[in-house]
């Protein structure tokens, strides 16, 4: 092996054929003679190149509606060979191969096919099965092999090509191998996950798979070094989202704005709602008559803690919203659209990032929830449990009132979103106190409440927006004190899932103190 080798022969066979005309005929340009397969080859002749079939190679048709054509000892000999070795040349003569320089294969569509709700038998003839051999035989042998797999490395070939006479260096079919392989695992992944779903069982085997989308100038912390990765599925939120200005997103910024945007998407279709977000704990979400209102809202619940905060609407973006928006420090603002004149408002603030998802995330779609640990990941459903009316019950001697059970269901909603230990105070359809990540509850309730008194204090309240609130607790109370101190900070009714040793001393409580409390029987613990 040397570093340099040429490029002779190239074999392409590609699903996603954007750049394919430009990058083949630069190759033609370089004298390298082009092999290729169905409809790959016949744009190529079309756009009035020069191909030969590969079943003009091993002398075998294309046969099984496409199933068989690349598998055969003529293409995968004339990857591996190794230049170098005599007995690879001595046997390349004797049976007729000639060696193939460069590959050029994007897969079939998997993911595609899965993301747009195929039938089984479709998705199971878009599982590639040619081009992930060839890929994984070019790679092996990357000592003389080119591999291509993403459209973005057609110039980086034809650079190296270009400034060494029609040769390539090691390191770069060397880097091109590492995205080979990581590109064939990855749809791997797509495949063994999606096969997972249909036999409805814990696999044996689990992998995760993911494209580089953003190299991060680091982590949580400037000692480590971070980088985002998408995982293909079309999903609306972070991941997709079009940027229209500001700078880049870091790690924490992502991270913010996927927890936002996943919780306003609960409230699809039901008027306009805000949810403003620190340190992936909500300090502020509520519901209004405008976009405007219920951002105005949500802010009203900890204006200290939004600075700098991430801010989702689940609406397109107005100026006038826009504009109060811009009354204070934020880091990213994601909406479903953003109009002109919002656009315009928030041009003035260069820092500040606008993102747009053309849509709301499902928040019922299943999907699973990865965690690493050290050793190994633990994998799990996505929460998107939901309860209506229907699945309370009311375990107080008081019944909820009409506007309460409106506001303990709007709470129930937002404490899925808050680290655990949660409790959230909601009024009138936005959270007015909320306690997240303490490790005791009775301490979640108490924080939640002191925030709701510093910004009475700071509105010139003459009274904490707690006074009247109802209160829910992602968890049972272990103890009746939580409810006690829920109670002292005003709070009249209480919704928690029960199920705790304790209920009836709790349940006892509540009727003591004239609240109304309902049992959910789901529990919402997030860490």
Same mark, same amino acid.
């Given at each position: 092996?040397?570093?340099?080798?040429?490029?002779? %022969?190239?074999?392409?066979?590609?699903?996603?054929?954007?750049?394919?005309?430009?990058?083949?005929?630069?190759?033609?340009?370089?004298?390298?003679?082009?092999?290729?397969?169905?409809?790959?080859?016949?744009?190529?002749?079309?756009?009035?190149?020069?191909?030969?079939?590969?079943?003009?190679?091993?002398?075998?048709?294309?046969?099984?509606?496409?199933?068989?054509?690349?598998?055969?000892?003529?293409?995968?000999?004339?990857?591996?060979?190794?230049?170098?070795?005599?007995?690879?040349?001595?046997?390349?003569?004797?049976?007729?191969?000639?060696?193939?320089?460069?590959?050029?294969?994007?897969?079939?569509?998997?993911?595609?096919?899965?993301?747009?709700?195929?039938?089984?038998?479709?998705?199971?003839?878009?599982?590639?099965?040619?081009?992930?051999?060839?890929? %994984?035989?070019?790679?092996?042998?990357?000592?003389?092999?080119?591999?291509?797999?993403?459209?973005?490395?057609?110039?980086?070939?034809?650079?190296?090509?270009?400034?060494?006479?029609?040769?390539?260096?090691?390191?770069?079919?060397?880097?091109?191998?590492?995205?080979?392989?990581?590109?064939?695992?990855?749809?791997?992944?797509?495949?063994?996950?999606?096969?997972?779903?249909?036999?409805?069982?814990?696999?044996?085997?689990?992998?995760?798979?993911?494209?580089?989308?953003?190299?991060?100038?680091?982590?949580?912390?400037?000692?480590?070094?971070?980088?985002?990765?998408?995982?293909?599925?079309?999903?609306?939120?972070?991941?997709?989202?079009?940027?229209?200005?500001?700078?880049?997103?870091?790690?924490?910024?992502?991270?913010?704005?996927?927890?936002?945007?996943?919780?306003?998407?609960?409230?699809?279709? $039901?008027?306009?709602?805000?949810?403003?977000?620190?340190?992936?704990?909500?300090?502020?979400?509520?519901?209004?008559?405008?976009?405007?209102?219920?951002?105005?809202?949500?802010?009203?619940?900890?204006?200290?803690?939004?600075?700098?905060?991430?801010?989702?609407?689940?609406?397109?973006?107005?100026?006038?919203?826009?504009?109060?928006?811009?009354?204070?420090?934020?880091?990213?603002?994601?909406?479903?659209?953003?109009?002109?004149?919002?656009?315009?408002?928030?041009?003035? &603030?260069?820092?500040?990032?606008?993102?747009?998802?053309?849509?709301?995330?499902?928040?019922?779609?299943?999907?699973?929830?990865? &965690?690493? #640990?050290?050793?190994?990941?633990?994998?799990?459903?996505?929460? #998107?449990?939901?309860?209506?009316?229907?699945?309370? $019950?009311?375990?107080?001697? %008081?019944?909820?009132?009409?506007?309460?059970?409106?506001?303990?269901?709007?709470?129930?909603?937002?404490?899925?979103?808050?680290?655990?230990?949660?409790?959230?105070?909601?009024?009138?359809?936005?959270?007015?106190?909320?306690?997240?990540?303490? @490790?005791?509850?009775?301490?979640?309730?108490?924080?939640?409440?002191?925030?709701?008194?510093?910004?009475?204090?700071?509105?010139?309240?003459?009274?904490?927006?707690?006074?009247?609130?109802?209160?829910?607790?992602?968890?049972?109370?272990?103890?009746?004190?939580?409810?006690?101190?829920?109670?002292?900070?005003?709070?009249?009714?209480?919704?928690?899932?029960?199920?705790? @040793?304790?209920?009836?001393?709790?349940?006892?409580?509540?009727?003591?103190?004239?609240?109304?409390?309902?049992?959910?029987?789901?529990?919402?613990?997030?860490?």
């Amino acid at each position: 092996m040397t570093d340099l080798t040429p490029v002779r %022969r190239a074999l392409i066979s590609v699903s996603d054929k954007t750049g394919l005309v430009e990058f083949a005929t630069a190759l033609a340009g370089h004298g390298v003679e082009l092999l290729s397969t169905g409809g790959t080859a016949r744009a190529l002749r079309e756009a009035g190149l020069t191909v030969k079939d590969v079943s003009d190679v091993t002398g075998f048709p294309e046969m099984m509606d496409g199933r068989v054509k690349t598998l055969h000892p003529v293409v995968h000999g004339g990857l591996l060979a190794l230049r170098d070795n005599d007995d690879h040349v001595a046997a390349m003569e004797e049976h007729g191969i000639g060696a193939i320089d460069l590959v050029v294969v994007n897969l079939y569509p998997f993911e595609e096919t899965v993301a747009k709700g195929a039938e089984y038998a479709e998705v199971i003839e878009n599982i590639d099965i040619g081009g992930p051999a060839m890929i %994984r035989s070019a790679a092996k042998n990357h000592g003389f092999v080119n591999i291509v797999v993403d459209v973005a490395d057609y110039d980086v070939v034809l650079a190296e090509m270009a400034g060494n006479d029609g040769q390539t260096t090691y390191a770069l079919r060397q880097r091109l191998a590492q995205t080979a392989y990581a590109r064939t695992a990855a749809y791997d992944t797509a495949v063994s996950t999606w096969m997972a779903a249909q036999v409805e069982d814990t696999p044996r085997r689990r992998t995760f798979g993911g494209e580089l989308a953003q190299t991060l100038r680091y982590g949580e912390n400037p000692h480590q070094a971070a980088a985002f990765y998408t995982d293909g599925s079309a999903r609306p939120g972070v991941a997709t989202a079009t940027q229209h200005q500001g700078k880049e997103l870091s790690y924490n910024n992502i991270n913010d704005t996927d927890a936002a945007f996943e919780l306003v998407s609960e409230f699809a279709g $039901k008027g306009p709602a805000c949810a403003i977000i620190k340190h992936a704990n909500p300090c502020g979400v509520a519901t209004g008559a405008t976009l405007k209102e219920a951002y105005s809202r949500a802010f009203d619940c900890d204006r200290t803690s939004a600075f700098g905060g991430i801010i989702a609407l689940n609406t397109e973006l107005d100026g006038d919203t826009a504009r109060e928006i811009t009354g204070i420090f934020t880091e990213v603002v994601i909406a479903p659209a953003a109009s002109d004149e919002a656009r315009e408002v928030f041009a003035a &603030k260069k820092n500040l990032r606008l993102l747009t998802t053309d849509g709301l995330a499902d928040a019922s779609a299943a999907s699973l929830a990865v &965690k690493q #640990v050290s050793g190994g990941f633990l994998v799990q459903d996505k929460d #998107v449990g939901r309860i209506s009316a229907d699945d309370l $019950k009311v375990v107080t001697k %008081r019944q909820p009132s009409e506007q309460e059970l409106a506001d303990l269901l709007f709470a129930w909603t937002v404490a899925k979103h808050v680290k655990s230990n949660a409790i959230i105070y909601v009024k009138d359809g936005a959270t007015v106190g909320v306690g997240a990540g303490q @490790m005791s509850r009775v301490d979640s309730t108490r924080i939640a409440a002191r925030k709701a008194q510093d910004m009475a204090e700071a509105m010139g309240l003459p009274a904490p927006l707690t006074q009247g609130s109802v209160v829910a607790s992602d968890a049972f109370f272990p103890f009746a004190d939580g409810l006690i101190t829920a109670a002292e900070a005003g709070a009249t009714a209480l919704i928690q899932p029960g199920g705790s @040793m304790r209920d009836d001393e709790v349940i006892a409580a509540a009727d003591e103190a004239g609240l109304a409390m309902v049992f959910t029987g789901m529990r919402h613990f997030r860490h």
